[in-house]
């Protein structure tokens, strides 16, 4: 399964988040309204399903979709192939 449709899966079942919008550009924070909360339960999830683990040092940077898929991508390399 390609990163961005098992993120969009992800919003869906566990925020509840239609995500049929959803962009490389969506700001996840602003856009979708993302409360801190929500946001650790979405990296967790993140976490979980590709059982990775994500640094902090980079999920506290990240602003969009596409620099959060580039985040899981670094974890799992050969799983998502190259960006």
């Known amino acids: 399964m390609q990163p ?3 993120l969009r899966r992800l919003l869906h079942q566990k925020l509840n988040i239609d995500s049929a919008t959803l962009s490389p550009s969506t700001n ?3 856009d979708l309204e993302m ?7 979405l990296l967790n999830s993140i976490e979980q399903a ?3 683990s ?3 040092s980079e999920t506290n940077e990240v ?3 596409r620099h959060l898929l580039a985040v899981v991508k670094k974890q799992r390399p050969n799983k998502f192939g190259k960006s």
């Open 4 to 6: 961005l449709s098992t």
């Open 28 to 30: 996840l924070k602003k």
């Open 35 to 41: 409360s801190e909360w929500e946001w650790d339960y």
């Open 50 to 52: 590709w059982k990775i």
């Open 54 to 56: 994500l640094p902090s």
């Open 63 to 65: 602003v969009n979709v």
